[in-house]
């Protein structure tokens, strides 16, 4: 089992950088890969970006490539989406996810590939 809290969250302005950090209880961390997802009121998860349980290959929904990163350090557990350039179009729910395997199409890993979720954090990016 996995338990995932995520933190990071919060109120800024468009242009400005965040930093989501997602922290991992178990010592199966390693194993698991990870991913980023996040949520507006009355739309289905969307997919933002994964990375292997090695870190050696990353995946990006085409909105954010060049501005998000996904990053991980299984030595503390941890998984990381930095934000950069944020646009108000950024603002939802952010989730953290871990899954046994990734299975993406087109670029896109959906949400069904992921068994663990954590409870999410609000991005809110004003104009």
């Known amino acids: 089992q996995v338990q995932l809290v995520e933190s990071g969250g919060g109120l800024v302005q468009a242009g400005v950088s965040l930093r989501l950090s997602c922290a991992a209880s178990?010592?199966?961390?390693?194993?698991?890969?990870m991913g980023w997802f996040r949520q507006v009121s009355g739309k289905e998860r969307e997919f933002v970006a994964a990375?292997?349980?090695?870190?050696?290959?990353?995946y990006y929904t085409d909105s954010v490539k060049g501005r998000f990163t996904i990053v991980r350090d299984n030595a503390k557990n941890t998984v990381h989406l930095q934000m950069n350039s944020l646009k108000p179009e950024n603002t939802a729910f952010y989730y953290c996810?871990?899954?046994?395997?990734?299975?993406?199409?087109?670029?896109?890993?959906?949400?069904?590939?992921?068994?663990?979720w954590g409870r999410g954090t609000q991005v809110t990016v004003s104009s």
């Open positions: 990375i292997t349980w090695s870190g050696g290959t990353t």
């Open positions: 996810a871990a899954a046994r395997t990734l299975t993406a199409v087109n670029g896109i890993v959906p949400p069904t590939s992921f068994e663990h």
């Open positions: 178990g010592r199966t961390f390693s194993t698991y890969a």
